[in-house]
Structures are given as structure tokens and as C-alpha cells.
């Protein structure tokens, strides 16, 4: 796993795996946003958490994507 990993840090990326990356960081912060408007209309207790577990794991993906942005210095 560790030769896996090293080679991902060292090999650039190709111009389609960029595009890519920037449509999954896209796609994903849009469902963040809509996930943070229905919340503000929910008043049922369960959906309310499931939604809110859904925020939350979306959210995390976010941060880690741009961190993988950030750790290959792509973007600015």
C-alpha cells in the first residue's frame, strides 16, 4: 500500500483525472448546499438526523478533496 500511495503523490495528473476531480468537487458541494436548505425545512426529528448525517458526510468529502487538491498543489 505504501508503493501505491507514493506513487499517486508523484505521478501528475492527466488532464481528464482534473476534470474529473473538479466535477466531484462540483457535484458534491452542490449536494452540500441543498442538503443545508432542506434541513432549514424538515421538523421531523429522524429525518432531520439522517439529513444531517448526510451534511456531515458530505462535508467531509469536500474537505477531503480539496485537501488532496491542496497535498498535489493543484488550484490556487
Not at 421531523?44 to 444531517?52: G, N, S
Request: proline letters at 1%; hydrophobic letters at 40%.
Amino acid at each position: 500500500m505504501d508503493r501505491l500511495s507514493t506513487l499517486t503523490q508523484t505521478e501528475p495528473l492527466t488532464a481528464h483525472e482534473l476534470l474529473l476531480l473538479n466535477e466531484l468537487i462540483r457535484l458534491e458541494s452542490g449536494d452540500v448546499q441543498k442538503t443545508k436548505s432542506m434541513l432549514a425545512m424538515v421538523s421531523d426529528a429522524d429525518l432531520r438526523q439522517q439529513l444531517t448525517g448526510c451534511l456531515q458526510t458530505g462535508q467531509a468529502h469536500v474537505r477531503a478533496l480539496h485537501d488532496f487538491c491542496r497535498a498535489r498543489g493543484i488550484g490556487g
